[in-house]
């Protein structure tokens, strides 16, 4: 029995072969959404001509092509791909700075300190149901659960 094909792709790109990549994995699934996250790689790289050269291989998001701190080169940068900020973006302090840049947010609980602020961040509305992506994925790097006495002082 073959598995069924997955209906959504999180592909994680450096900054090579950038295009070559993401066609070969459009021939291989043809009907998956495909969402890049560049992990802040694509600094110094064309990103008009390649944000085009994305456009016809379906690409629904491009998640931090920059590094946090360089996002201001984004203002006037046309996108015809959404783009969602993640390591720019931590608290709802974060989203006014961004708000000309990006039109999506990566809320990671661990990254923001919880679900009371990532519900801020939402403007009180349940994250996952309200989402269109939900991408759930980071608990699985950890090498180990967190503690909840971790971040209480001792003595």
């Known amino acids: 029995m073959r598995a ?6 999180k592909i994680k790109l450096d900054r090579e072969a950038i295009v070559d990549k993401v066609a070969a ?13 560049a992990n802040e790689a694509w600094s110094g790289l064309a990103l008009p001509p390649l944000f085009a050269a994305l456009l016809p291989y379906r690409v629904v998001m491009l ?19 959404p783009l969602c900020t993640d390591e720019s973006c931590h ?15 990566n809320i990671k ?7 009371t602020e ?8 349940p994250v996952a149901l309200q989402a269109e992506h939900v991408d759930l994925d980071g608990p699985i790097w950890l090498a180990a659960d967190s503690s909840p006495f971790l971040f209480c002082s001792q003595g």
Do not use: F
């Not at 201001?72 to 791909?81: F, K, R, T, W, Y």
């Not at 609980?109 to 679900?115: I, V």
């Open 63 to 81: 998640e931090q092509p920059l590094p946090a701190g360089e996002d201001a080169a984004l203002q006037h940068i046309a996108h015809p791909i």
């Open 109 to 115: 609980l661990d990254k923001c300190g919880g679900l």
């Open 118 to 125: 990532a519900l801020a961040m939402e403007v009180a509305l």
């Open 91 to 105: 608290t709802r302090r974060d989203i006014a700075a961004l708000r000309d840049r990006y039109e999506m947010i």
């Open 25 to 37: 994995i459009r021939r291989a699934a043809p009907d998956a959404t495909l969402i890049v996250d």
């Open 4 to 9: 069924a094909p997955a209906p959504l792709l």
